[in-house]
């Protein structure tokens, strides 16, 4: 979940989430796609004797056995990379959290992988929400999360994977939802 809630006349809150497109994905698929390269890049030029690199010279490497444990590490790295841009050109884990009073429901939705579901949505009736829970673990993983409690048990998370919130952002955000759909806000 993000600062950027908006309201419109008081009767719906639409909360955009932060998905893949982060900068910190950014960062990490630079540079795993620069390593990479050089890492695939240094092979080929020990394996054909022709100076591939910008930096450096690759040709005086035995081709056998670094040239070829560099060739696979640097075919790993460049499927770790294209795996990353895919992940951020999908948008996995983006979408949106919508309360409405004017519908009377509340919906959730999430992009994720391609396939059978790609549109990861859940939609419920106001009255069918019981509460609004906060989960905060601290230490070495923490964790500061919110959750939507419906009358049949299910807790659907409604913020975002990755980076927690601060502790201010995520109680005024826990408490902004519980106040809007006047439920009690619980964990705190």
């Not at 050089?38 to 394996?47: D, I, N, P, Q």
């Not at 959290?97 to 004017?102: G, L, V």
């Not at 994720?112 to 059978?116: L, N």
């Not at 906060?134 to 673990?137: C, H, L």
């Given at each position: 979940m993000t600062a950027q809630t908006t309201q419109r006349e008081n009767r719906v809150i639409s909360q955009p989430i932060l998905g893949s497109r982060r900068f910190s994905n950014y960062w990490w698929a630079i540079i795993v796609s620069v390593g990479a390269t050089?890492?695939?890049?240094?092979?080929?030029?020990?394996?054909t004797k022709v100076n591939l690199l910008p930096v450096g010279d690759a040709t005086q490497l035995i081709f056998i056995p670094q040239g070829a444990a560099?060739?696979?590490?640097?075919?790993?790295?460049?499927?770790?990379?294209?795996?990353?841009w895919l992940v951020i050109l999908l948008d996995v884990g983006g979408g949106y959290?919508?309360?409405?009073?004017?519908t009377g429901m509340v919906k959730i939705f999430r992009w994720?992988?391609?396939?059978?579901n790609r549109r990861i949505e859940f939609s419920c009736r106001l009255q069918d929400v019981q509460s609004i829970r906060?989960?905060?673990?601290e230490g070495l993983?923490?964790?500061?999360?919110?959750?939507l409690r419906a009358k049949d048990r299910r807790e659907i998370p409604l913020t975002r994977v990755g980076q927690p919130l601060s502790l201010s952002e995520l109680e005024n955000q826990g408490a902004e939802i519980a106040r809007f759909l006047a439920v009690p806000l619980e964990g705190l």
């Open positions: 050089g890492f695939f890049l240094a092979a080929l030029s020990s394996y560099m060739g696979f590490y640097g075919l790993a790295g460049l499927l770790l990379a294209l795996y990353l959290n919508e309360f409405s009073k004017e994720g992988f391609p396939g059978k906060v989960e905060i673990k993983n923490p964790k500061r999360a919110l959750y």
